[in-house]
């Protein structure tokens, strides 16, 4: 999940100077902490005149019986969380978005052809869109369906059976909005599909607000394979995840197409327009990577290109990149989001900074490739993502990891005090401290007491144990207890407990 920009991220960037002087979990702290520089102020940007359009539909006929979907086949579960958003009547296979944005007139025209399993046998199915985006139509293999519209419930009514899948394709338009995000960071306070003064956009949208712009089940339980195309007045263009497969341009307007090769949770889509330029490099263990900066700041490139480093250090520790991409997107936000296969970043000193980028990349392993079933274990993406980031931070100021974490438990326990245990947070604070610094420190605890190499294979194989799939804490807990033979209390108490366990 993002990292913690204003808060918890800048006060590691304050430990790392040794300035840390008290607590930081309320707003007033946060907000006179000094190290999360706002975005950098850039020239006025022009958005281009044009009315974009969606291109002719060259895509061959959906076929939601393709068995080359089924590694996308989920158990959706209703959120214990946020159980008003998603549906867990509708298992998506496939989204097929093709979207056309204008931005002198703030307008998106999409067409979303998704092919799904019904869960049930029922007379509608149900996804999530934001109610600014007005329907003109949608169809169900072919076939013209009614629909109903209200607040940010899509509601299609047809008859579906159990386990039978179905082509749905929905016709829609409008000025889309961010949607009120249930936290008190102060880095976001709303999520989802995000416009510029000047008409360019961007998208962060955890723990939901893919429903801002387009129909889904924007719950991470129901993973999907992707194919988005954008269409933009030329020179800007358009990105998401994946592997662009395609750019043309025709009468004044770009259109790029994205394939991502595995399936992904909604809220690790991205997309965003504007003026961008692509430079690259590569790993040594041979992963080229993909910077997408804004093109009247192409010295942002220079400072992102130390993601090559981090990624051979993560894979040292991780095993392979289980992608077959990757790339970073810089926008126009404070925070930074670990969108799979394309990073999303705010231009910030902090989110740039190679701690970051080794902490958005660990997420492609430890929240992309295995993810939380339910809001509530967002904990196994940011205490596994903070540890890691600590370790990659000792290593480069040469201190001991005992020392990072020592730093680490003077603030986790005022954290763990307001906003609850990390695995049963109060759900008005979503993604504060408590759930990335007290996993993390269980983390260090669990590596003193099993030793370095048991620790380090415990780390690398649950990622890749199943991989394309989610899980959740008993399964996870489970896993850890037979693999480590320690009691699971152990674990709880680092994740359940009100107050703070006594480290070793
Ligand atoms: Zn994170």
């Not at 016709?171 to 995000?194: E, I, L, N």
């Not at 942002?300 to 790339?327: K, M, Q």
């Not at 804490?473 to 693999?483: I, K, Q, S």
């Amino acid at each position: 999940m993002r990292i913690l920009v204003s808060r918890v991220a800048a006060l590691g960037a304050v430990l790392v100077t040794g300035t840390l002087v008290t607590g930081c979990s309320d707003d007033s702290t946060a907000a006179s902490r000094p190290t999360a520089s706002p975005p950098a102020a850039s020239a006025p940007t022009q958005s281009p005149s044009g009315s974009a359009s969606l291109p002719a539909e060259t895509d061959a006929p959906p076929d939601a019986a393709d068995p080359a979907l089924d590694p996308a086949l989920s158990e959706p579960v209703e959120d214990s969380v946020y159980p008003d958003v998603g549906d867990p009547s509708v298992d998506s296979l496939h989204y097929d978005l093709d979207l056309a944005w204008t931005p002198d007139t703030r307008t998106l025209v999409g067409e979303a052809t998704i092919e799904l399993r019904s869960t049930g046998t029922g007379d509608h199915l149900q996804l999530d869109l934001g109610e600014p985006l007005d329907v003109s139509a949608v169809t169900l293999d072919g076939a013209d369906v009614p629909f109903d519209h209200q607040g940010k419930d899509l509601v299609v009514r047809a008859p579906v059976t159990k386990d039978e899948r179905y082509v749905l394709e929905v016709s829609y338009s409008g000025t889309p909005q961010p949607t009120p995000a249930p936290t008190r960071r102060s880095d976001f306070s709303t999520s989802g599909w995000t416009t510029t003064p000047a008409g360019e956009t961007w998208t962060m949208q955890e723990p939901y607000g893919a429903f801002t712009w387009y129909p889904v089940n924007d719950q991470p339980s129901d993973k999907a394979f992707y194919d988005i195309s954008v269409t933009v007045p030329s020179p800007w263009v358009g990105i998401a995840n994946g592997v662009m497969t395609d750019q043309t341009e025709v009468d004044g307007l770009t259109t790029t197409s994205w394939h991502l090769s595995k399936p992904a949770s909604s809220y690790v889509v991205t997309v965003a327009t504007g003026d961008y330029t692509r430079t690259t490099n590569t790993s040594q263990s041979g992963t080229e990577i993909s910077y997408w900066v804004p093109s009247d700041r192409p010295g942002l490139a220079t400072g992102l290109e130390s993601a090559a480093a981090g990624l051979d250090w993560l894979e040292g520790l991780l095993g392979p990149y289980p992608f077959d991409s990757l790339g970073f997107l810089l926008v126009d936000s404070r925070s930074g989001m670990e969108t799979q296969t394309m990073i999303t970043l705010g231009a910030t000193d902090y989110a740039t900074s190679s701690a970051v980028l080794v902490h958005e990349m660990a997420h492609q392993w430890y929240g992309d490739e295995v993810t939380p079933d339910d809001w509530r274990d967002v904990w196994m993406n940011e205490g596994m993502a903070m540890y890691l980031q600590g370790v990659w931070q000792a290593e480069e100021d040469g201190r001991s990891v005992e020392a990072v974490m020592d730093e680490y438990a003077t603030f986790e326990p005022a954290m763990r005090a307001q906003n609850g245990p990390p695995a049963d947070y109060d759900p008005a604070t979503f993604g504060e401290g408590n759930i990335y610094y007290g996993p993390a420190l269980m983390w260090h605890e669990l590596r003193k007491r099993i030793g370095d190499d048991a620790f380090w294979k415990v780390v690398k194989d649950w990622p890749g144990r199943d991989p394309e799939t989610n899980s959740n804490r008993d399964e996870y807990l489970d896993w850890l207890v037979d693999r480590t033979h320690v009691d699971r209390s152990f674990f709880e108490g680092w994740l359940l407990s009100p107050t703070t366990p006594a480290r070793s």
